[in-house]
Nanobody, 126 residues
C-alpha cells in the first residue's frame, strides 16, 4: 500500500521560500514518476512539477518554471518541492501524488495519479 505524507507548508510573505517534503512508503519499482499538484478552493487541481524516479528528469508547469525545484533523496523515498520567489498566486493546498504504476512519466491529468497525500497548505501574503 502506497502512503504519501506531505509536510513543510506554512505562511510566508511574497518573495519568500518554502520547502515541501513528501515521505513515500510502499513505492515499488513499477512507480516511475512522482508529482506535486496544488489546488485552491473552487478550482481544479493543477500539476506543478513532476520527476522521473529512475532518471531524475523533471517537468514544470509554466507558472512555476524557474522558481520551483522538484527533487528526490538518494533512497528515492522522499520527494521535495523547493519553492522560491513565492507570490500570492502560489497560495494553495499542495499535494504529493504517485503516477499510476507502469505509466510513463508525464502528463498533468489527475486521472493518471492514483495515490495522494493529505496535502500541506501554503499561504503567501503580499
Amino acid at each position: 500500500q502506497v502512503q504519501l505524507v506531505e509536510s513543510g507548508g506554512g505562511s510566508v510573505q511574497a518573495g519568500g521560500s518554502l520547502r515541501l517534503s513528501c515521505a513515500a512508503s510502499g513505492i515499488t519499482s513499477t512507480t516511475y514518476c512522482m508529482a506535486w499538484f496544488r489546488q485552491v478552493p473552487g478550482k481544479e487541481r493543477e500539476g506543478v512539477a513532476l520527476i522521473s524516479i529512475r532518471t531524475g528528469n523533471v517537468l514544470y508547469a509554466d507558472s512555476v518554471k524557474g522558481r520551483f525545484t522538484i527533487s528526490q533523496d538518494n533512497a528515492k523515498t522522499t520527494f521535495y518541492l523547493e519553492m522560491n520567489s513565492l507570490a500570492p498566486e502560489d497560495t494553495a493546498m499542495y499535494y504529493c501524488a504517485r503516477r499510476r504504476a507502469g505509466l510513463a512519466c508525464g502528463g498533468w491529468s489527475t486521472s493518471g495519479y492514483d495515490y495522494w497525500g493529505q496535502g500541506t497548505r501554503v499561504t503567501v501574503s503580499s
